[in-house]
């Protein structure tokens, strides 16, 4: 229990019996998940504001604010739905989960804190250099129909002024379906917001 002794091959299989388990269960290694500790591009960031869309009668612009903690673990809290920026903690939905960022390529994994059947993983294209936003897809396991969905998200390092064009980035067009029937994959490419709100 101390892992201070170390026992033969017969105490193994007595303890494995008097457990009623394989031998092998005792040997197996425990498997570990470990956030990355590097982040890069924008994720280097400790506040990301993050913008999606949806549509019932109209459109609606979700806010959200994502936060990293700066840890060797990678923990993240998601507070999705927020009235404004300032008043964050007022979200309708509080996501934790962890950061697993690569030179180009982030995912962020987020379990909802009042419904753990509810969750969401975040990925995207990493952009190095000077950028000020990263485009990707937020692929959540119940948003409010407990249908699975994905929705079209953009972070950025500030908040966006110009919410019109933000909102016109965020819809799904056509070059967006014409991209997933090419490859049969829902993704979006840097090149999608190589536009003048970014620059």
Do not use: W
């Amino acid at each position: 229990e101390l892992g201070e002794s170390v026992f033969d091959m017969d105490t193994m299989y007595q303890i494995a019996a008097a457990l009623d388990i394989e031998p092998a269960q005792l040997l197996a290694p425990q498997a570990k998940t470990v956030a990355s500790a590097s982040r890069y591009g924008i994720f280097q960031n400790n506040f990301l504001y993050t913008y999606m869309l949806v549509k019932d009668r109209s459109y609606h612009l979700l806010k959200s604010l994502l936060t990293i903690n700066g840890t060797p673990d990678g923990g993240v809290e998601f507070y999705m739905q927020v009235p404004d920026f300032t008043r964050y903690t007022e979200c309708k939905v509080l996501y934790t989960g962890q950061i697993f960022c690569h030179p180009n390529s982030v995912l962020i994994h987020l379990t909802n804190q009042q419904d753990p059947t509810d969750y969401g993983v975040f990925g995207a294209a990493v952009r190095m250099g000077k950028t000020d936003a990263c485009i990707g897809l937020m692929m959540m396991s119940a948003y409010s129909t407990r249908d699975p969905g994905a929705l079209k998200t953009i972070m950025t390092t500030a908040p966006v002024e110009n919410e019109e064009e933000l909102v016109c980035l965020l819809m799904i067009n056509r070059d967006d379906i014409a991209s997933t029937r090419r490859s049969n994959i829902f993704g979006y490419r840097l090149s999608s917001i190589d536009q003048e709100l970014f620059r």
